[in-house]
């Protein structure tokens, strides 16, 4: 059946029972991914993963199934399943789906402007090919000390969402995002480094691939000889992607969930200046070309644009709809499912740090001794709830204002809400790795671990 006819099959059997409101979503993910090794395909996989969720609520209480079976007897069984559900869970003011966002309509579906690219089936499968193998191409042919190429990948993925829920929210959208990816390795005297980038567009046709081969194999031979700086405090230049990296450590913190049981160290600073007044953070779910841009959230409520920081100040927190309703809100539209058999989350869309007016070479003549930090690693290893980290850095001494010499082997420590409050400069290359997105920004005075 096509997702409208599963809608209809669901919310006939739903409309017969005797419940206060319900909710029905269809979630299709096709996603295809290639991945190159010395000239040949190392894999090639394709997969489509359909399913159907149903929330169900009766007496302030919110029952919830999934299944990717979508034959009738099992549509009927998950239909049993969420009533049956009801019965089983506590009762919450939180137990409440989406009305449409005015009164006596349907709910209104914004659009993204951006341009269409032609559809990801109506392009051959020896063309995704190629792009993996033009990424390992490209990489080697930059410079003979290119010694290997890893993971040279070319993904795809076409999500399509259908909601429709009893308060009368109707949506259905689709949208297509490919990606290509690549590190390649630099070896010189026995040494060897690595250098990573990554693009995006939702066109096959705008893929950056040539300059996503050949800015990995420049990142690699640029720290060929990288050693460790002394320990000591420096200021510090983040390129917008260790910036982004940073950024995707903050933003949990304005998650109204985490907000509202107190696992988000700026819980009680709304409204206050925390951060410099350089930074403006915002999310928007309609950006044109985003990774994470789409007409509406996974509840069905129209994406926006929200202000998280203007200025320094903590101006909003994300929503979705349980969590809005706790405090007597409206969701911001930030609710996401990431798979049919979770229920929706708060999350991001498009999340980024607002350009400033600083060239990256403006930043840099800021400073007298410092570093620049070019990637970092080990996020997964940062403290989400009070923002504390200590990371694996490389990148370059900043000398004189000018790029010297490679470094690597050292650790950035400190705290991300205190970090983003010495922020001393913001550039003006504002740049996306996926669904987070950063300019280069100075900051002053941080703790970093090398050479003793």
Known sequence: MEPEQIINFVRDRLEDESIDAFEICFLGTEHLAVEARDGQVESFSSALLEGVAIRAVKDQRIGWASSTDLSDTALL????????????????????????????????????????????????????????LELERVAKATDPRIVRVRQPLYEESIRRVVIYNSHGVRQNA???????????????????????????SPRFEDLDIEGTAVRAARRSLALLGASPLPTGRYDVVFEPRPAASLLRLLAPSFFADNVQRKKSAIAEKKGKSVYHSLVTIIDDGLLPDGYGSFPFDDEGVPRRKVVLVRDGVIFNWLYDTQRAARE??????????PSIHKLPSISVSNCYIKSGDSQPAALFSMIKNGFLVTDIMGLH????????????????????????????????????????????????????????????????????????
């Open 77 to 132: 069984g998950l239909v049993s399943a969420a009533l049956a559900n009801v019965k089983e869970v506590a009762s919450s003011e939180e137990s409440v789906i989406p009305k449409p966002s005015r009164k006596g309509s349907k709910q209104a579906q914004l659009k993204i402007s951006e341009k269409e690219g032609k559809p990801l089936k109506d392009i051959p499968e020896l063309q995704k090919i190629a792009v993996a």
């Open 328 to 337: 007597g809100k409206l969701s911001t539209g930030s609710s996401f499912r």
């Open 174 to 200: 689709s949208r297509q995002i490919v990606s290509c990816e690549v590190r390649a390795i630099a070896q010189s005297n026995n040494v060897s480094e690595s250098g990573y980038d990554f693009s995006f």
């Open 381 to 452: 290893t940062a403290n989400p709830v009070t923002g504390d980290f200590s990371l694996g850095a490389e990148g370059f001494c900043l000398d004189g204002g000018q790029k010297g010499r490679p470094v690597r082997g050292v650790i950035v420590a400190g705290n991300v809400h205190e970090l983003f409050g010495k922020v001393a400069g913001v550039g003006t290359d504002l740049k996306f790795i996926g669904n987070y997105g950063a300019p280069s920004i100075l900051v002053s005075d941080i703790q970093v671990s090398g050479a003793s």
